[in-house]
T-cell receptor
Framework: GAGVSQSPRYKVAKRGQDVALRCDPISGHVSLFWYQQALGQGPEFLTYFQNEAQLDKSGLPSDRFFAERPEGSVSTLKIQRTQQEDSAVYLC??????????FGSGTRLTVV | QKEVEQDPGPLSVPEGAIVSLNCTYSNSAFQYFMWYRQYSRKGPELLMYTYSSGNKEDGRFTAQVDKSSKYISLFIRDSQPSDSATYLCAMLRGYSSASKIIFGSGTRLSIRP
C-alpha cells in the first residue's frame, strides 16, 4: 500500500485481557519499528525488525510485551495481561533506509 | 535526565507570526536531527532533517542545528492555522534503516486566526 496501515485504530481492553495490534508496513520496506506514545509525550522506542529478525527489543517495558514479524512483512505487537499503564498510542514505522521513516496513524489502546 | 529535552508548551501565537521551537540534547553521538509534525490522532510526519550544524530552509520552515551547544531549532515564518499541531524534535546516532529515532516530548502549537 501507499502508507503504513495499523489496525485496529482504537482498542479498549479490560485489565488483564490480552491484545494484539497489527502493522502493515509499506511494501518492500525491510525495517520495521514499534513505538509507544503516552499522552502528552513523544514516541518511545519499543522494538525493531529487519525483515523477520527482531534485532533490538531493548525498549519493551516488560515480558508481557511480545512482537513478531514471521514473514518479514506484517508485524503484530501483543500485550498480555494488560494493565492501566499500558494505555497509550502504539505507533508502527517502516523504512527502506533511503527515504526515511514512515509512521502509521497508530492504535490507541485504553485499558479500563 | 532525558537524552532530548523539549518544552511541551502549549504555545499559542497569532496567524502570521514567526514561531520558534527548540530542543536541547545531551548525547554528542547524535548526528542527524529531524523535526516531525503530528496532527491530532495521526502519526508523526517528517518535516525536515539536517545533518550538520547550520541552517536548512524549506519554504516557510527553517531548521537550525548548533552541535557545539547541543541545541536545535525550528522556525516557522508566516504561520498559518493549518500549522497547528504538535512538533517533535528527533535525533539519530547514525542514518541507516536500523537506526532508532529518539524523540523529544513534543511542543503543542496553536495558531490563532
Amino acid at each position: 500500500g501507499a502508507g503504513v496501515s495499523q489496525s485496529p485504530r482504537y482498542k479498549v481492553a479490560k485489565r488483564g485481557q490480552d491484545v494484539a495490534l497489527r502493522c502493515d508496513p509499506i511494501s518492500g520496506h525491510v525495517s520495521l519499528f514499534w513505538y509507544q506514545q503516552a499522552l502528552g509525550q513523544g514516541p518511545e522506542f519499543l522494538t525493531y525488525f529487519q525483515n523477520e529478525a527482531q534485532l533490538d527489543k531493548s525498549g519493551l517495558p516488560s515480558d508481557r510485551f511480545f512482537a513478531e514479524r514471521p514473514e518479514g512483512s506484517v508485524s503484530t505487537l501483543k500485550i498480555q495481561r494488560t494493565q492501566q499503564e499500558d494505555s497509550a498510542v502504539y505507533l508502527c514505522a517502516s523504512s527502506s533506509g533511503q527515504n526515511g521513516y514512515t509512521f502509521g496513524s497508530g492504535t490507541r489502546l485504553t485499558v479500563v | 535526565q532525558k537524552e532530548v529535552e523539549q518544552d511541551p508548551g502549549p504555545l499559542s501565537v497569532p496567524e502570521g507570526a514567526i514561531v520558534s521551537l527548540n530542543c536541547t540534547y545531551s548525547n554528542s553521538a547524535f548526528q542527524y536531527f529531524m523535526w516531525y509534525r503530528q496532527y491530532s490522532r495521526k502519526g508523526p510526519e517528517l518535516l525536515m532533517y539536517t545533518y550538520s550544524s547550520g541552517n536548512k530552509e524549506d519554504g516557510r520552515f527553517t531548521a537550525q542545528v548548533d552541535k557545539s551547544s547541543k541545541y536545535i531549532s525550528l522556525f516557522i515564518r508566516d504561520s498559518q492555522p493549518s500549522d497547528s499541531a504538535t512538533y517533535l524534535c528527533a535525533m539519530l546516532r547514525g542514518y541507516s534503516s536500523a537506526s532508532k529515532i529518539i524523540f523529544g516530548s513534543g511542543t503543542r502549537l496553536s495558531i490563532r486566526p
